[in-house]
C-alpha cells in the first residue's frame, strides 16, 4: 500500500496504532474494534501468550499462567534484563516485550501489509536523572522494532507527538503547553503550532522546551493502595513486643504493577507465614496471604484503579476487594486521595514552572494547555494548572489517542 506512515504509541497503561496517509490521520482499530490495546500480557504456562483486554480477562478466568501489566516500566528498570518465572519455564521480559509488540505489528500489518517504516513514541525521560539509562531503553525499543523487520526506526517524544495531534485543530497561532499525564510518565512540552508551521519541513525552532518526570497513574494507584488499602492487610502493621512494623517491601510490591508477580513464589509464602506469628494482628496478615496464595494482585490493582478513576467524578468511592482479601471494602474520600498523592503532584507543579523556565516564557505568554493522557482527568490536575497558567485556556482533547495519531503525522514528515 503506497503512502500510508505509521507511529506506535506503547504506553505503561494503552498502546495505539496510528497511521496516516497524504491527507489524514486516524487509529486502527486492535481489539474488538476498540482503537486501544491495555498494555497487557498474559503468559499461559500452557499455551500461546494473549494480549490487550484478552490478557486481562483470561487471568480473571483464574487460567494457569502470569498476567504482566506496566511493561514499559520494565525498560526504565534493570528488570528488562531479568527473567521471570512462568510455571516451570522462565521467560525474558524482553522475550515478554517482544511478543507485545509483534502482536501489535500483526495487527497492523493485516490492515495495511508489511511496513517499512516506524515512529515510537517514548517520554522525554524513561529514568529521572540517568541518561546511559534511558538511552538503554530506547536502544531496547529499537531492537525490538527492527528484529520484527522494520528498516527504519524513529523515536519522538510523546508530548511532541501529542502537539502534532492537537495542532490539526489549532486556528491560529499560538504557544501551547502540552501536559501529557499517563499511567507512568508525565511529559511536558511548549511548542509553538499553527496551520502555517504544521506546513514547515524542520520544526526544531517551535520547540521550545522539553520536559518530563517518572510519575504517573500507576503511582497513583500505588500510593492510593498503600494510604487507603494495604494497612487493612497488615501495612505498617506493629509486631509483637513493640519491636518494629512488618517489612514494607512485599506491600511495596504488591502495590506496584509490574512488581506484583515477585510475590508469587513459596519464598514469599513462608516469610508471611513466619512473620504472622510475629504480627499483633494476624488476621490482618492472612489477607495479605489469601491475596498472594490466590494471586489475586492484578485483580487488588485493578479495584484500586478503578475507585481512583470513579473519584475523577464522585467524592468518594468503595474498593470492592473484600472477596479477594476476606477483609473490608475500604471507602476511600477524594480528599484522601489527593493527600496521597500529594508529592508527586508538587512534582508535577515544579515541572511545569522548570519547563516555562526553559522556555524563557513566563505564563501569560502561554495561549493554550493541552491535556492529555488518562490521569489528566484527574479532578486535581485540572485545578493545579488552572492556577499555575491562570490566562491560558485549557484544552482536552482524545486523552488515549492523541499521542498515537501524532507519532503517524510525525511518521509522515520523517519518511514521506
Ligand atoms: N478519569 C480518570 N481519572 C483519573 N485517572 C484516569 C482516568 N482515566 C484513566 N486514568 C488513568 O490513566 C492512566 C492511563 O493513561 P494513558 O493510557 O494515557 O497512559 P499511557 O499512555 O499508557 O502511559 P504513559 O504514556 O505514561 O506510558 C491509568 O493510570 C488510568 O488509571
Ligand atoms: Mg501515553
Keep these: 500500500m503506497a503512502d500510508l506512515f505509521c507511529g506506535i504509541d506503547f504506553g505503561t497503561s494503552n498502546s495505539t496504532v496510528a497511521l496516516a496517509d497524504r491527507s489524514r490521520a486516524w487509529l486502527l482499530p486492535l481489539e474488538a474494534g476498540e482503537v486501544t490495546l491495555p498494555s497487557a ?66 495487527l497492523q500489518a493485516a490492515q495495511t501489509g508489511p511496513l517499512a517504516s516506524i515512529i515510537l513514541g517514548r517520554p522525554v525521560h524513561f529514568v529521572d536523572g540517568d541518561p546511559a539509562a534511558d538511552a538503554r531503553a530506547q536502544a531496547a525499543l529499537e531492537q525490538i ?13 510523546e508530548p511532541i507527538a501529542a502537539a502534532l495531534h492537537y495542532e490539526q485543530s489549532a486556528s491560529a497561532e499560538e504557544l501551547v503547553l502540552i501536559v501529557d499525564i499517563g ?4 511529559d511536558f512540552s511548549i511548542v509553538r503550532v499553527g496551520p502555517e508551521r504544521a506546513k514547515a519541513a524542520d520544526r526544531g525552532a517551535d520547540i521550545l522546551a522539553n520536559d518530563g518526570i517518572r510519575v504517573g497513574g500507576t503511582d497513583f494507584d500505588r500510593l492510593l493502595s498503600l494510604a487507603q488499602l494495604l494497612p487493612h492487610l497488615g501495612y505498617l502493621a506493629p509486631t509483637k513486643g513493640g519491636l518494629g512494623t512488618m517489612p514494607r517491601h512485599y506491600y511495596l510490591d ?57 473519584l475523577s467524578d464522585a467524592p468518594a468511592a468503595r474498593m470492592l476487594v473484600s472477596d479477594l482479601t476476606g477483609g473490608p471494602n ?20 515544579d515541572t511545569i514552572a ?24 484527574l479532578p486535581v ?36
Design 41 to 106: 500480557v498474559f503468559w499461559e504456562a500452557d499455551g500461546p501468550p494473549s494480549f490487550g483486554r484478552a490478557a486481562v480477562t483470561a487471568y480473571v478466568e483464574g487460567v494457569e499462567g502470569r498476567l504482566m501489566r506496566a511493561l514499559k516500566s520494565t525498560l526504565s528498570s534493570s528488570l528488562i534484563d531479568e527473567r521471570t518465572a512462568i510455571g516451570n519455564k522462565s521467560v525474558s521480559f524482553k522475550a515478554v516485550l517482544t511478543a507485545f509488540f509483534r502482536h501489535l505489528v500483526t
Design 354 to 377: 522548570a519547563i516555562l523556565q526553559q522556555a524563557g516564557l513566563t505564563p501569560e505568554r502561554i495561549g493554550t494547555v493541552f491535556m492529555t493522557g488518562g490521569s489528566s482527568g
Design 381 to 416: 490536575l485540572r485545578t493545579l494548572v488552572a492556577a499555575a497558567l491562570p490566562q491560558a485556556r485549557i484544552a482536552t482533547g482524545d486523552m488515549l489517542g492523541s499521542v498515537g495519531t501524532g507519532l503517524a503525522l510525525e511518521a509522515r514528515r520523517r519518511f514521506g
Design 330 to 349: 475500604p471507602v476511600v474520600r477524594r480528599e484522601g486521595f489527593e493527600t496521597a498523592v500529594d508529592a508527586p503532584l508538587q512534582r508535577i507543579a
Design 254 to 310: 504488591l502495590a506496584s504493577w509490574h512488581r506484583i508477580n515477585f510475590l508469587y513464589n513459596q519464598r514469599v509464602a513462608a516469610d508471611l507465614k513466619a512473620l504472622r506469628l510475629e504480627a499483633v494482628r494476624p488476621e490482618l496478615i492472612d489477607r495479605m496471604m489469601k491475596v498472594v496464595a490466590g494471586r489475586h494482585g492484578h485483580a487488588l490493582a485493578m479495584a484500586v484503579e478503578t475507585a481512583k478513576i470513579a
Design 183 to 186: 499511567g507512568g510518565t508525565s
Design 145 to 157: 522494532a527492527r528484529s520484527l523487520g522494520f528498516a527504519h526506526v524513529g523515536f519522538q517524544f
